[in-house]
């Protein structure tokens, strides 16, 4: 169990504490249940130990919308993934997303200084009506796939509840994929309907998507209609034949009452995709249910989210995030959409998207926050960011210096949550939560519901030490199932393969003194120099204080019948790597971390490849270096960035 160092860096008030909608939860919960619960320890405790009751809770406390709830919560089976939630329940997605239709604002989209967009929920609900009708008269039907290759832009969001509110399947990739990235994605699931976007913006340059779209579209036989989305409304667009612009597609239907399809609560909504960086990418399907019911959950107790809310997360159509920061409109909030470079044309450009907007909740990568504090930034400092409640960082773990850095930088008073999921159960197993204190470098916990535990590799539960990340018994937003995969063996291999009816999510972590997680990295990038397992996190928390170094990524390279440490760095701009600077960094990995830690080499780049979602790829570095193969380099976002670490010299010695 980690311990010692972590100081305190945020506790809730008593008065903060009973203003959450998890406080309200909780004294519902004691009323109705009979229960004493005062602690997010002791609701969390309740939820996995009456999973029938907490769920059935949840539900009616967030007001899901559904023709039918039944009488059924769970319906258990010999294996957890077959366990189902809701079997009787009848409900659509869209429609409790669509639940608010007022004057006020729904969504603000920005695509850097080129455009801003906003949306009122009447408006955004007559938009869907009007693409809704002109889908099922193109023949998308319940069942079919809808795709769009698109940016972070509010015609996504529409396209997407347009889908669901059918009963159709949406999927999505952002434009900034390749040609053969979009194809081993949408190539599986063969959509019916496909939307791309002529352009975008990235760090002021205007990129051309229409040669990607024809070569798509030329590609996908399953493509019956293709819809081009213009960025912006002045743009002259050749289209391909058979393509249509966003705007004549609508064209000719007037806003009426939309017929939301009433559906299982296990049908499909989404098929997301797996990075795919060892391989075709999986499609994981999420159903409607267990996606709406866990982002309510999620949102409104875990983060508190209420009605007129303004909520931002920096990310793409690509990355599960988007589909969570979309989901805060079934809690009547405002959703904040970016699109474009975080650092254009300075560092403060999010911020000063979240403090024109009044943010009150601020989501972005563990990067992003690296980046701000070796900029030396200070957005506490420029801005008025009195309405912020919650900042949200995932993607990677969030290293100590970096919780400093938002509590002296940015606001000294916030919600700051590590948050650590994955588009394997479209949300989070461990999160954050308002009623509990903020410790440095640690995940506050377990999520409510998610059964959580540490196991060791012979499967035991460790409440000491570093092990695998589990869940132990079943949750609504378990995929039902992957695409094309009718016998479950490629869903029993990712998540059921090492441990006997138990989740495995492939993290590496421990428990802490506090009740809280830290993750060391994903457990098949692990290293393991003398047969000593040690997370990568561990060795990123050391470098990163030095400031030469900008960012780095380290692997274990098979050497002399063991395994080594190899780490690579890049400079900061103007410096080099010098012996001096290599001493440097392996005394802060052994005095900060152990001596096992410490590399055995230290070689410099100029790059570090990286997926779409911006996650570093330990293993595509790990294969390169010996000389294999990268099955997918599509699924890279700089794939180029890989051509350095091949055949080094240093790595021969």
Avoid at 232 to 260: H, R
Avoid at 375 to 386: A, I, T
């Amino acid at each position: 169990m980690s311990e010692g160092i972590n100081a305190m860096k945020w506790q809730p008030t008593q008065d903060q504490k009973s203003g959450t909608a998890l406080y309200e939860f909780m004294s519902h919960m004691n009323e109705d249940a009979g229960t004493d619960l005062s602690s997010y320890k002791d609701i969390w405790s309740y939820s996995v130990k009456n999973p029938e009751i907490f769920w059935s809770q949840v539900w009616d406390f967030t007001g899901v919308i559904a023709s039918e709830k039944g009488d059924r919560v769970i319906v258990k089976a010999p294996h957890m993934k077959d366990c189902r939630f809701f079997p009787d329940a009848r409900l659509n997605f869209a429609e409790n997303l669509l639940r608010r239709r007022d004057d006020e604002i729904a969504i603000v989209f920005r695509g850097e200084d080129h455009i801003e967009k906003k949306l009122t929920y009447k408006k955004l609900y007559e938009k869907v009506s009007l693409l809704a009708q002109a889908l099922r008269n193109a023949g998308v039907r319940q069942g079919d796939r809808v795709a769009g290759y698109l940016p972070n832009m509010p015609q996504a969001v529409i396209a997407m509840l347009a889908t669901s509110s059918i009963g159709a399947i949406w999927s999505s990739a952002s434009p900034d994929f390749g040609v053969q990235g979009v194809l081993d994605r949408f190539g599986q699931v063969e959509p019916k309907v496909l939307f791309c976007v002529d352009q975008y913006f990235y760090n002021d340059k205007a990129i051309d998507c229409m040669e990607k779209n024809r070569a798509v579209f030329k590609s996908l036989p399953s493509v019956e209609k293709l819809v081009i989305v213009k960025y912006l409304e002045e743009a002259e667009v050749d289209l391909p034949t058979g393509a249509e612009l966003f705007y004549d597609f609508i064209q000719g239907y007037l806003p009426t009452d939309i017929e939301f399809e009433q559906l299982p609560f296990d049908h499909p909504l989404y098929i997301m995709f797996s990075s795919g960086t060892t391989g075709t990418p999986k499609c994981i399907v999420h159903g409607q249910g267990g996606t709406l019911l866990q982002h309510l959950k999620e949102h409104k107790l875990q983060c508190d989210i209420r009605p007129d809310d303004r909520v931002f997360y920096f990310t793409t159509t690509g990355w599960m995030m988007w589909q969570w920061l979309v989901s805060a409109l079934a809690s009547e909030a405002r959703i904040l959409l970016f699109d474009g470079a975080p650092f254009y044309p300075d560092g403060y450009s999010l911020w000063d998207f979240a403090n024109e907007q009044k943010c009150t909740h601020f989501g972005t990568s563990a990067k992003f926050i690296d980046a701000l504090k070796k900029h030396e930034l200070s957005p506490g400092k420029k801005y008025d960011l009195s309405d912020l409640r919650w900042i949200g960082s995932t993607g990677s773990p969030l290293v100590h210096e970096a919780f400093d850095y938002v509590y002296d930088e940015i606001k000294s008073d916030v919600h700051l949550a590590s948050i650590s999921g994955g588009t394997d159960i479209i949300s989070c197993f461990v999160l954050g939560n308002p009623l509990s204190p903020v410790y440095k470098g640690e995940i506050q916990g377990p999520g409510l519901g998610m059964d959580v535990d540490v196991f060791d590799t012979m499967g035991r539960s460790v409440s000491d030490g570093k092990g695998e990340l589990v869940c132990k018994t079943p949750f609504p937003c378990m995929p039902t199932g992957f695409w094309n995969d009718p016998e479950g063996k490629r869903y029993m291999d990712a998540y059921f393969d090492k441990f006997d009816n138990i989740w495995c999510h492939g993290d590496w972590c421990e428990w802490t003194e506090y009740g809280g997680v830290i993750i060391h990295g994903r457990s098949d990038a692990t290293l393991n120099p003398g047969g000593v397992r040690i997370g990568t996190a561990e060795i990123y928390r050391q470098v990163e204080k030095l400031p030469e170094v900008k960012e780095s990524i380290a692997v274990g390279q098979e050497w002399d019948g063991d395994v080594r440490v190899v780490l690579f760095v890049v400079m900061r701009d103007g410096k080099k790597l010098s012996d001096k600077i290599v001493d440097e960094i392996k005394s802060v990995i052994r005095s900060g971390a152990s001596p096992r830690h410490v590399p055995a080499k230290v070689i410099a780049v100029s790059d570090i490849p990286r997926t779409k979602s911006g996650k570093i790829t330990e293993l595509a570095v790990r294969d390169i270096i010996h000389g294999r193969d990268i099955e997918n380099k599509e699924a890279l976002a700089n794939p180029e960035a890989l051509e350095e670490y091949k055949n080094i010299e240093e790595l021969a010695a």
